[in-house]
């Protein structure tokens, strides 16, 4: 069973402009949510994270919102550069789990072009 | 800081073969996770110990096994290979399993090939 979606394989993006990266999730249980990079041949790299007490993060070029009623978030990434090309994985857990188990969705490709 | 190692990076085992892939966390993480990555799909949860105790395994059969030792690295065993074991195989560590820093940081990973 998905319970991290990510509906959307792949993103093609203008540099300088704007990237939008979706995900849902099903189970209402989780609150702490993530987003990883990945490039190939490399291990996921961690971008950036939101608890569920929250609705927005921000660090630097990228911001994770939270919108828990539709049990969706978004990564913003401005502005996109060249260099964010990558997979990126939303993934999400249950903080009062003793098992810190990360479901992940199947990953956005983005592509950054000139 | 180093961060998650993880050995051999690449491994080409035949059917019905035993693999052992080795994971060392970072300093100071004492949570080591496994997860199994096949192409285009994300990560796949595996195993999670937590001061060398076993605490969670995900839906795979019991070819796989997993253990921590006492400096807190990690061994991943998979007996009689089967084709559809090919994948990359994730090692992921955090400070604890659950409150605090829960951010998992994943290694670069081993990639198995079973032919």
């Known amino acids: 069973d998905q319970q991290v979606k990510q509906n959307s394989p792949s993103l093609s993006v203008q540099e300088g402009r704007i990237s939008i990266l979706n995900c849902d999730y099903t189970?209402?249980?989780?609150?702490?949510f993530l987003w990883y990079k990945k490039y190939p041949a490399e291990g996921p790299t961690f971008l950036i994270s939101?608890?569920?007490?929250?609705d927005k993060n921000e660090d630097g070029r990228f911001t994770v919102f939270l919108n828990k009623s539709a049990k969706h978030l978004s990564l913003h990434i401005v502005p996109s550069q060249p260099g964010d090309s990558a997979v990126y994985f939303c993934?999400?857990?249950?903080?009062?789990?003793?098992?810190?188990?990360?479901?992940f969705g199947r990953g956005t490709q983005l592509t950054v072009w000139p | 800081d180093a961060g998650v190692t993880q050995s051999p990076t690449h491994l080409i085992k035949t059917r019905g073969q035993h693999v052992t892939l080795r994971c060392s966390p970072i300093?100071?993480?004492?949570?080591v996770s496994w997860y199994q990555q096949v192409l285009g799909q994300g990560p796949q949860f595996i195993f999670q110990?937590?001061?060398?105790?076993?605490?969670g395994r995900g839906n795979f059969p019991d070819r796989f096994s997993a253990r921590q030792f006492p400096n807190y690295s990690s061994e991943l065993n998979v007996n009689a290979l089967l084709l559809g074991d090919s994948a990359l195989y994730l090692c992921?560590?955090?400070?604890?399993?659950?409150?605090?820093?829960?951010?998992?940081?994943f290694g670069p990973g081993t990639r198995l090939t079973v032919l």
């Open positions: 992921a560590s955090s400070f604890s399993t659950s409150g605090g820093t829960d951010t998992q940081y």
């Open positions: 189970n209402s249980m989780f609150d702490y």
């Open positions: 939101i608890s569920s007490i929250k």
């Open positions: 993934a999400a857990s249950n903080r009062g789990s003793t098992l810190g188990r990360l479901y």
């Open positions: 300093s100071g993480h004492k949570s």
């Open positions: 110990y937590y001061e060398k105790e076993e605490r």
